[in-house]
């Protein structure tokens, strides 16, 4: 699987941004997709992650309520729609592929072995 993310770029706070990761490879449909972000001297973060066929979600504590993340199988594409942003948010975004070696484990990064290139999203105060 090949992952391409876009859609980042600078908002002011409160405002909404919706990131898309667009797939290749005959696998996506049947991959379970992570977003992650990473801010400078932090750490990689879990943000969200949807299964395969789109019927489950789960969401880091820090985005929950916020985000949504959604995906079109036919269309090859995930999508995180971020709302009311906050200054905090401000990160470098990468979407991932689960591995399928744990499927009840997608928080950790090393659950997933095939990543985008990110997209910076800068939020302004």
């Known amino acids: 699987v090949q992952l391409q993310a876009s859609g980042g770029g600078l908002v002011q706070a409160g405002g909404s941004m919706r990131l898309s990761c667009a797939a290749s490879g005959r696998t996506f449909s049947s991959t379970a997709m992570g977003w992650f972000r990473q801010a400078p001297g932090k750490e990689r973060e879990f943000v969200a992650m949807?299964?395969?066929?789109?019927?489950?979600?789960y969401y880091g504590d820090s985005v929950k309520g916020r985000f949504t993340v959604s995906r079109d199988n036919a269309e090859n594409t995930v999508w995180l729609q971020m709302n009311s942003l906050k200054p905090e948010d401000t990160a470098v975004y990468y979407c991932?592929?689960?591995?399928?070696?744990?499927?009840?484990?997608?928080?950790?990064?090393?659950?997933?072995?095939?990543w985008g290139q990110g997209t910076l999203v800068t939020v302004s105060s």
């Open positions: 949807i299964n395969w066929s789109g019927t489950y979600t």
């Open positions: 991932a592929a689960h591995s399928g070696v744990n499927p009840t484990r997608f928080v950790s990064a090393y659950e997933y072995n095939y």
